[in-house]
């Protein structure tokens, strides 16, 4: 496998802050050439204040109800930053501009446009979606399913109080064999991994994380779960940590195949047009 990560410009504090630091867009990182080919994913990073609210025109009827619909101004940043982020890069990918994008999204629960996210236009490209902490992420797979999730650190605060929630007993050992100020940093990469597999599988956390196995050195993942829910975990399933997602956060990719070839890239080249 092979990863090549660009340099991340920011250091994981309030992202409002560090706007005012950041260094003006053509000293940023460009989109390298790198076709999309088979057994290829690529990984779009962007800030969620990046996304700017006169960007809601890209979006469609479904997504901009979606964006009216949230109260809080951080979760509403990372929405469109996420929908426009993913509609460029599939335009990138297709030649489609973002507005002629088709994204279909379907949850088996209900009827909103939520869900995991699905091209329309290019069947052979799978698609996945992450925001936390005001980071974003958006990986592109060409033949594998894929799954991506990024999260905070910051977030886990007390490893201890979760780790029998996210964790199998096998993982919760590993965790708690770590000295307690290095748990919050285990415990969240053993999170991004389990989301970026539940994210691949296409059920998120209809099956519980606990249910899932990622951590345990030399092994493959496992599934400990109900046999009738009929999920099964592909044999070429594949889970690595991602580089780019910059200090503070921490971020995984799983892909259904092995081996692929992964490349991170700044977003901010596609949401500058
Ligand atoms: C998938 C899931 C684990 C992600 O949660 P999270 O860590 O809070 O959020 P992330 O930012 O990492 O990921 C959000 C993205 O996951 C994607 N997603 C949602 N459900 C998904 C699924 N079942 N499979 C794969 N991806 C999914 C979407 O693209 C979403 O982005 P959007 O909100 O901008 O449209 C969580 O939403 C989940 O478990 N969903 C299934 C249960 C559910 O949706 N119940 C509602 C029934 S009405």
């Known amino acids: 496998m ?7 410009r920011r250091d994981g504090r309030d992202p409002r802050v560090q706007k005012m630091n950041s260094p003006p867009l053509s000293r940023l990182t460009r989109t390298q050439v790198f076709p ?20 809601s025109r890209l979006l469609s009827p479904q997504e901009n109800k979606r964006l009216a619909q949230y109260r809080n101004d ?15 890069a599939l335009g990138r990918h297709t030649g489609l501009s973002p507005t002629e994008v088709r994204i279909a999204r379907e949850c088996p629960d209900c009827d909103a446009h939520h869900g995991r996210p699905r091209s329309l236009d290019a069947p052979e490209l799978d698609v996945s979606v992450s925001h ?11 033949g594998m399913r894929v799954g991506v999730d990024v999260e905070s650190l910051s977030r886990v605060g007390d490893a201890n109080s979760l780790v029998d929630a996210i964790c199998s007993p096998l993982e919760a050992a590993h ?7 290095r748990q919050p940093q285990v415990l969240t990469d053993i999170w991004t991994q389990k989301e970026a597999v539940l994210k691949a599988l296409g059920t998120g956390l209809r099956i519980p994380a606990r249910h899932l196995e990622v951590a345990i050195p030399g092994s493959a993942p496992k599934l400990h779960t109900n046999p009738d829910t009929g999920v099964r975990l592909p044999t070429g399933l594949t889970v690595r940590p991602l580089t780019a997602c ?28």
């Open 2 to 8: 092979q990863v090549t990560a660009i340099t991340s």
């Open 132 to 142: 936390a902490g005001g980071r974003v992420a958006v990986a592109v797979a060409h």
């Open 246 to 273: 910059g200090p503070g956060y921490t971020a995984a990719l799983a892909t259904s195949t092995s081996p692929v070839e992964v490349r991170e890239l700044a977003g901010e080249a596609l949401l500058s047009g």
């Open 36 to 55: 999309l080919t088979e057994g290829r994913v690529t990984i779009w990073w962007a800030w969620a204040d990046e996304g700017l609210p006169e960007f």
């Open 175 to 181: 965790v708690r064999k770590h000295d307690v100020d």
């Open 74 to 88: 951080v979760l509403k940043a990372e929405f469109l930053t996420g929908a426009v982020l993913l509609r460029s």
